[in-house]
């Protein structure tokens, strides 16, 4: 039922550091209001933005990652387009992905697994049983 | 003369008949096997060297919107996203590809447009 979102925004560059960690934790507080968790926070620091935004030219990216419902990241989005420092938001949908991927993943262990065991008991069963056929 | 030449169609036709029915192939489509990209692109050969799809032999899984390098590989100096003819990436790799530069392009990791095309 819960689903996993990728939030992502960038803040202007002149913005203090104890400003952006009080945006962050009033985000949290946010996040867990609404009955969700947060999953993490990285913060990737300065980038040169790949064209101007707002008049700017680099900007602060942090990345969250919240678990919660759908009404969730909607609240989320509707805080960030008010705050001012922030110029740029993106949210991605991650929880299928990463459904996929552990699927993935699952079916090559499974294979690694099955791979070592059979080669030394079964390749000289196998290496005797077609000789003869 | 008109009877030589009507005997010696018919002779020609003759043997054709005899065969067995074989009438003049047809121009059997486009040439065999059309080639690749069309046989009018300056006289190249059939297949150049076949492209592999680099998420397929690398096995890269995910492909994010948050690996830059990644992606700019299959972003030409313009802005554009290559097609895949080019790159010889495949056809599931490449809607998700895609996905990821617009993505990216969107929070800004990638530009819309490079240099001025």
Redesign the interface.
């Known amino acids: 039922m819960n689903r996993t979102y990728e939030l992502m925004f960038i803040v202007r560059p002149d913005m203090a550091e104890e400003d952006l960690d009080k945006l962050i934790s009033t985000l949290e507080t946010a996040v867990s209001t609404s009955g969700g968790t947060v999953k993490s926070v990285e913060r990737m620091g300065k980038r040169r933005l790949a064209y101007t935004v707002r008049r700017f030219h680099d900007g602060v990216y942090v990345l969250l990652t919240v678990e919660g419902l759908g009404g969730l990241i909607h609240e989320l989005e509707r805080r960030l387009r008010v705050t001012e420092p922030v110029i740029k938001f993106l949210s991605v949908r991650i929880d299928e992905e990463q459904k996929r991927l552990a699927k993935i993943k699952a079916i090559r262990d499974a294979r690694k697994k099955v791979a070592p065991a059979p080669p030394a008991p079964a390749a000289e069963g196998a290496e005797a049983a077609p000789p003869t056929a | 003369m008109a009877d030589e030449t009507k005997a010696s169609t018919a002779t020609a036709e003759a043997p054709a008949v005899s065969e067995g029915h074989t009438q003049r192939p047809p121009s059997r489509g486009p040439r065999p096997g059309g080639g690749p990209g069309g046989p009018r692109e300056g006289g190249r050969k059939y297949f150049r060297r076949k492209k592999v799809c680099k998420f397929c032999v690398e096995k890269i899984?995910?492909i994010n919107?948050?690996d830059v390098r990644l992606l700019a590989q299959f972003v030409a100096e313009s802005g554009k996203i290559v097609p895949r003819r080019l790159t010889g990436v495949c056809t599931p790799h490449q809607r998700r590809l895609s996905c990821a530069i617009k993505?990216a392009?969107?929070?800004?990791?990638?530009?819309?447009a490079g240099r001025a095309m």
């Open positions: 899984e995910s919107y948050k993505q392009r969107n929070i800004a990791l990638l530009p819309f």
